[in-house]
């Protein structure tokens, strides 16, 4: 009697914490996204990350001869083309100046391996071993040797999630390096990409390649995402279907690079107008809306270091510098 | 010790499905661990572990799959529940009766967690069931096999011991 008691209760009340449960997870989907889960994700993390690091540990020792060929194989190539590129670069470089261009971006690249990847289809999201302690923030760019994975959503002091291109809420601008016609890669289907909102007869063709276009502000520009397979164009549409193949295998990745705050600063370009009335500041805004206290410091420093170029140049004639335009 | 023993387990299968799962996956088709787990624990031990663990370990999976946050929780919660109040009925010595079950189970799953995932898209959602839900629930099966019969011999965690 007793025994079927306490049995019953125990079914009441299993289903009582059943329904609690249920109606928690259904109120965490619906509100995914919002929740502030960062101290829950970080004690999570830290009790995942040794089995994780371990696992990933074990892995690599596994393969680590056919890897060492591979990579002594690819240092040589790349060793020949880093002389030629840096050749380039010097000569981009005097180029640019030349014609006034803004200086290119030189990328921080903090290298991370990947110890987990998400439990669902396909590779959605990757878990990185580069943590808030590394300096990997949140929104940071995160790119392989073939071209962009993703960028970071979520940050531990130990590791980070990131979003890959295969996520359905990611969204890249990018710009197709033969014509230069823009638009949006977004996440299709399995492992389809499309080039979003291209007006219909714009110039992009099979085996175009996808770059980012650095509109936006979390992507740098100038980084690979991938190839165009197919190009479609009906008239009952106001867009072109175009479907891109990313550069980067994501069931072979494993490591990748999350690109930091550029070592080019705010400031891109300070220069003095010929009679010395006026200096000019040409400004990233993205990154002075992002960080305005390390604009001033960056102007303040820029400023100085341009003034003492001048001095040397031509103190006399610094005490006319009465404005600056923005 | 049960708890603690569970609990632990717990963990270790959440970890072993994002770092090794990949690293075992056959063309991006990886077995769902912690699904095995679950359903183990909820039917060797009974409800009231299947809720906890199904919940807690749904809870786990998802920290590290932000887009879907809720999806697993919800699903592991309801199949630690319902398999849970099937213990009294079906559990018996026989590790195949598990696996009969279990395939009936991961199949329901992959068909609702593909429903959440491509509710935005029916079309394709038929031909990812195959591509995709199938292969997994094949290759869940019979990792499974080998789990069943090492997780019954753990001591605490099956309900003989």
């Not at chain 1, 025994?3 to 997870?25: D, E, G, R, T």
């Not at chain 2, 959602?125 to 789990?147: A, D, E, H, Q, T």
């Amino acid at each position: 009697m007793l025994k079927n008691h306490k049995k019953n209760y125990l079914k009441s009340f299993n289903l009582w914490v059943f329904i609690v449960l249920l109606l928690f997870s259904i109120f965490s989907y619906t509100a995914r996204g919002n929740l502030k889960l960062d101290f829950t994700r970080g004690i999570s993390s830290s009790i995942l990350y040794p089995f994780e690091k371990s696992i990933t540990f074990i892995k690599n020792i596994f393969g680590l001869y056919r890897k060492n060929t591979a990579l002594r194989n690819e240092i040589a190539t790349i060793s020949l083309e880093i002389q030629r590129c840096a050749n380039i670069k010097r000569e981009n470089r005097i180029l640019r100046e030349l014609y006034g261009f803004k200086p290119m971006f030189d990328f921080n690249l903090i290298h991370c391996e990947i110890i987990g990847k998400s439990p669902g289809l396909y590779n959605k999201s990757l878990i990185i071993d580069g943590g808030l302690e590394d300096g990997i923030g949140k929104n940071m760019p995160v790119i392989s040797a073939n071209g962009l994975v993703g960028k970071i959503i979520e940050t531990t002091q130990k590791s980070s999630e990131l979003s890959t291109l295969y996520n359905r809420n990611f969204f890249v601008s990018a710009i197709d390096l033969r014509s230069r016609v823009q638009g949006i890669v977004k996440w299709q289907r399995e492992k389809v990409l499309i080039l979003d909102d291209v007006p219909l007869h714009s110039d992009v063709k099979v085996e175009d390649t996808l770059l980012t276009s650095g509109m936006g502000g979390v992507f740098p520009k100038g980084i690979f995402i991938g190839r165009v397979t197919k190009v479609k164009e009906s008239p009952k549409e106001i867009v072109m279907h175009i479907e891109i193949e990313p550069f980067v295998d994501f069931s072979l990745l494993e490591s990748v690079f999350a690109i930091t705050e550029s070592s080019t600063s705010s400031i891109l370009s300070i220069s003095v107008t010929d009679n010395l009335k006026m200096v000019m500041v040409h400004i990233d805004m993205f990154k002075v809306i992002k960080n305005p206290q390390s604009f001033s410091l960056n102007l303040s420093d820029n400023f100085n270091q341009k003034i003492g170029f001048f001095k040397k140049c031509r103190s006399s004639a610094l005490r006319n510098i009465n404005d600056v335009m923005f | 010790m049960r708890v603690f023993l569970v609990i632990l387990f717990m963990i270790i299968f959440v970890a072993l499905q994002i770092s090794l799962a990949p690293i075992i996956s056959i063309k991006e088709i990886a077995p769902n661990l912690v699904l095995i787990f679950v359903f183990f624990v909820a039917f060797s031990l009974g409800q009231t572990y299947g809720i906890w663990i199904g919940f807690f370990s749904g809870f786990m999976s998802d920290l590290f799959d932000s887009t879907n946050f809720g999806l697993n929780m919800g699903l592991f919660l309801i199949v630690g529940f319902v398999i849970g109040s099937m213990k009294a009925r079906f559990y018996k010595d026989n590790v195949f009766v598990d696996i009969i079950i279990f395939a009936i189970t991961i199949l329901l799953y992959e068909i609702v967690y593909a429903l959440f995932l491509w509710q935005f898209s029916v079309g394709i959602f038929f031909l990812n069931i195959l591509r995709y839900s199938i292969p997994r629930v094949f290759y869940s099966i019979l990792i499974s096999l080998f789990l069943f019969s090492l997780l019954r011999k753990t001591p605490h965690l099956a309900p003989g011991n």
